[in-house]
C-alpha cells in the first residue's frame, strides 16, 4: 500500500473530507488531492502531523512498515519535530529551489541560468589553458 493510498485510507477511517483535512493541515484541497493520487508528498512538518493526527507512526504512514508493526514512539517524533524546527521554511538563498516548479521564481530561473553560463565560461577558459600546456 503505497503513502497515498494509507493517507486515503487514514483520513476516510477517520471520518474526514478531503476538504476537511486541508483545512486542519493548513492547505487547499487541491494539495491533498494531489497527495491522495501519488502526485507528490507533503513538506516533512506536513507528514509529522499527518502521522500525529492519525495516530500512526511516520514509518507506518510512509509505507515503510504494516500497520501492526508500527507503534507510535512519541519520543522518536518528538525528536523528529525538533530537527525539522531547525529547518528554515523557505531559504533566501535564491538559488534555493525544491523542486517544485510553481513555487520556482523568476528570478531564481535567471540566477540558475546566470550560474550556469558561468560554469560553461569557467570550464571553456580550464580546457584552453590545459591544453595551452601541451
Known amino acids: 500500500m503505497s503513502f497515498a493510498d494509507r493517507l ?4 476516510r477511517k477517520n471520518g474526514l473530507t478531503q476538504e476537511g483535512l486541508a483545512e486542519a493541515m493548513g492547505v487547499s484541497r487541491q494539495a491533498v ?3 491522495e493520487q ?3 508528498y507533503p513538506e516533512v512538518e506536513k507528514l509529522l502531523a499527518l502521522a500525529d493526527k492519525f495516530g500512526v507512526s511516520l514509518d507506518y504512514l510512509m509505507d515503510r512498515m504494516p500497520l501492526e508493526k ?5 519520543s522518536a517524533d518528538a525528536a523528529a519535530a525538533d530537527i525539522v524546527s531547525y529547518v528554515p521554511e523557505q531559504s533566501s538563498d535564491p538559488l534555493n529551489f525544491d523542486g517544485d516548479p510553481e513555487r520556482e521564481t523568476t528570478e ?7 550560474l550556469a553560463i558561468a560554469l560553461v565560461c569557467v570550464a571553456a577558459i580550464v580546457i584552453l589553458f590545459l591544453s595551452g600546456l601541451e
Open 70 to 74: 508500527a507503534p507510535v514512539d512519541a
Open 8 to 11: 486515503q485510507a487514514e483520513r
Open 38 to 40: 501519488g502526485e507528490g
Open 108 to 114: 531564481t530561473k535567471r540566477n540558475r541560468l546566470l
Open 33 to 35: 488531492s494531489k497527495w
